[in-house]
């Protein structure tokens, strides 16, 4: 069975400040994808970023990088130079079916 | 090019009354998903269909019934509505089922049972 914890219910930045939302994951399958959502309050679900489990890289998409750990099994999400349209929660997920519970963002002006 | 929509936005209904929420996408995607959002619990998936005509449970699958009948559209269905199931529901869909493509979520269906 798969699993994602995130263990940050809340995270607060001040802006213009980086900040790492964490994600660990739990597969016995060897070939996995692993990915963050963002969800602002109007609700809507948006693609941030994606690593594979092969890749040895980590991503990086403009102002978001993914922090891949496999010893760990850590995929750990930096946002630098937080702005305030960056509050909203953010999900990590393991393929299609399995998504964390959420960290919720705030960025302080 | 809509990507995902949902129908409807929002809905209250009352124990024991039924509907259908409507999930359609423009983008030829076989894999298509229906979630459940709860406060403090992420998202839950309820059922998934990998191609017209196919269907398969989730983690919640109980009080939910879903058809594929085109590979465009995914319905889920509450036959008989609970108050457990006042929550926000998710559509998706993707290329593949392989874990390594990200879904295209709708924007999601207010559902509020009293």
């Known amino acids: 069975a798969q699993k994602i914890t995130q263990t940050q219910p809340g995270m607060f930045v001040q802006e213009k400040e980086a900040v790492t939302l964490d994600c660990t994951y739990d597969?016995?399958?060897?070939?996995?994808?692993l990915f963050w959502y963002k969800q602002p309050s109007s609700g809507e679900m948006i693609f941030l970023i994606y690593q594979g489990s092969y890749d040895q890289q980590n991503a990086t998409e403009g102002r978001y990088s993914l922090n891949f750990q496999k010893a760990r099994k850590s995929a750990n999400l930096v946002i630098s130079a937080s702005q305030l349209g960056d509050s909203a929660m953010y999900f990590c997920?393991?393929?299609?079916?399995?998504f964390g519970s959420g960290t919720q963002l705030t960025v302080l002006p | 090019n809509a990507g995902v929509t949902q129908t409807p936005k929002f809905r209250v209904l009352k124990t024991g009354q039924s509907m259908t929420l409507l999930c359609a996408q423009d983008?030829?995607?076989?894999?298509m998903y229906w979630y459940r959002q709860d406060p403090g619990m992420g998202l839950r998936l309820i059922h998934y269909s990998v191609g017209e005509g196919t269907t398969a449970k989730g983690e919640v699958p109980d009080g939910y019934n879903v058809s594929r009948l085109k590979k465009q559209n995914f319905l889920l269905g509450l036959e008989s509505a609970a108050p457990s199931q006042t929550s926000v529901y998710f559509c998706?869909?993707?290329?593949?089922?392989?874990?390594?493509?990200?879904?295209?979520f709708g924007p999601g269906t207010r559902l509020t049972v009293t």
């Open positions: 597969t016995s399958d060897p070939s996995y994808g």
């Open positions: 998706a869909s993707s290329f593949s089922a392989n874990t390594h493509y990200e879904q295209y």
């Open positions: 983008m030829n995607h076989e894999y």
């Open positions: 997920a393991m393929g299609q079916l399995t």
